[in-house]
């Protein structure tokens, strides 16, 4: 999923996966209060799969009702710019071992 920077995503609930790349790349507004997003494990291991991609206008709120995961990078990656902000009011988030 691909949230552009003049867009707002709400999620509330859902289980949201991908096998290959990250689950959700966001340079808009993205709310998160309940659900799963998992970043999966590519078959490629070279392919790092986060459960949410934040670029440098992302701006992301987490609340105690989500769980965010990733089993080949991190729960919350970031894009090479500086820029993103991302609040978390209690989501559970697991990064890969």
Do not use: W
Not at 65 to 76: H, V
């Amino acid at each position: 999923m691909h949230i552009a920077k003049n867009q707002t995503c709400n999620i509330k609930s859902g289980n949201f996966f991908s096998q290959k790349s990250s689950v959700i790349e966001v340079y808009g507004k993205l709310n998160v209060k309940g659900g799963s997003i998992n970043g999966g494990k590519p078959y490629d291991e070279a392919v790092v799969s986060h459960g949410i991609l934040a670029f440098e206008t992302a701006r992301i709120n987490l609340y105690s009702g989500a769980s965010i995961s990733s089993q080949s990078g991190t729960a919350i990656g970031y894009s090479y710019y500086k820029g993103a902000i991302v609040n978390n009011y209690g989501a559970k988030l697991t990064d890969a071992v």
